[in-house]
């Protein structure tokens, strides 16, 4: 058997990693060919009556008789006369309800006079723990209940961009990622770098591996003391674009370095993810303890760190693993009410979407068996209710 290509020599360690590089590219190129049509970007699919009442709290019933009073918009209807609409008519609807329904301010979620911006990174020190994951359903969720949402990717490894169907290596190589707005030789507004997505009310700032080059590069301006420092120049970019969005929701790297904390120290809450094993809670308690000597360090020059709310979500939970519901019963008696109550569940759904780039929430209900989508629906909406609360109440708001 020739073993060169699998134990190559090491002159040609790099070739090999190279070939192998290009290889998967190419393979990623065809997958998302065969998956998407090729001159065109995703499109999320139209949504059924059931969905619409459930996202907006308007009933069957009512959804039904404002059509046939012509309150509500036309809209397509499939082969059997059921109605089916899209992002945007759910959001004409909301308007219209929150003009004319009882408790109307209830149907439009997102800030009011006088409500700041929540900026929030979802973090964890270990890879593997859902930050992805949680970050583009809660983005995706939130975009669909009505709230101006900016998904950023400050990951090198923009797994989150792929989400939303771009090939980072490729598109995003050298310029159009948040790079570009936290660099510090002419850096752009964050806006020029702003990506539309197919979601109504939810746009995306990219990320390449050239983000990578922003760890470098804070050190550098550390020693040569450049201004503004890292720890404000996230803050200073959000400034311009703040008034466009209710949320902006940051997957940050699985470390923490100057580009985590680059993020950390604009945001305005925390939500850590955990797997409830032993071996994940013992890192995120090392990442715990980094970052609180990191921030408190950081806070006796940049003053008070401003978070409103630190929030930990159990995730990749699996009810009938024994040592995991010990583990997640471990962590709530330790961080008690810091935890969310609803835990994000393992699903087969989730990993086959992941596979073409798709959420649980761009799946075609017909492609998926019932139960288990139905299943993990009931828990990713659970745990963006849940956490919504955490948010109106930031914004002072009764949630009972």
Known sequence: MNTSTVNP??????????????????????????????????????????????????????????????????????????????????????????????????????????????????????????????????????????????????????????????????????TGTVYDALRYEDPVPLSQIIRKTYFHNLDLAPAGLILSEYETETAYALQNRIDPPFTQRLAIALEEIEKNYDLVLIDCPPQLGFTTMTALLASTGLLITVVPSMLDVASMAQFLEMAGETVRVLEESTGPTDWKFLKFLIARYEPTDVPQSQMAGFLRSILLDQVLNTPMLKSTAISDAGMTQQTIYELDPTQVIRKTLDRILESVNGVADEFEKVIQEAWGRRTD
């Open 9 to 174: 020599s090491p002159g040609s360690i790099a070739s090999t990693i190279s070939a192998n590089a290009a290889r998967l590219s190419e393979a990623l190129n065809t997958h998302m060919r065969n998956s998407f049509q090729p001159e065109s970007r995703k499109m999320l699919r139209k949504l059924h009556p059931a969905e619409v009442s459930e996202l907006t709290g308007i009933s069957m019933s009512n959804l039904r008789t404002r059509h046939q009073e012509g309150d509500f918009p036309d809209v397509e209807t499939d082969a059997r006369g059921r109605r089916l609409y899209t992002a945007e008519e759910i959001d004409t609807i909301r308007k219209v309800m929150a003009r004319t329904g009882r408790n109307g301010e209830t149907y439009l979620p997102g800030r009011r006079e006088g409500d700041g911006l929540q900026v929030i990174s979802v973090v964890n020190f270990k890879g593997g723990s859902s930050k992805t994951t949680t970050a583009i359903h809660l983005a995706q969720r939130y975009a669909l209940r009505g709230y101006r949402v900016l998904a950023m990717d400050m990951d090198p490894q923009a797994s989150l961009t792929t989400m939303f169907g771009y090939r980072p290596e490729i598109e995003f190589a050298e």
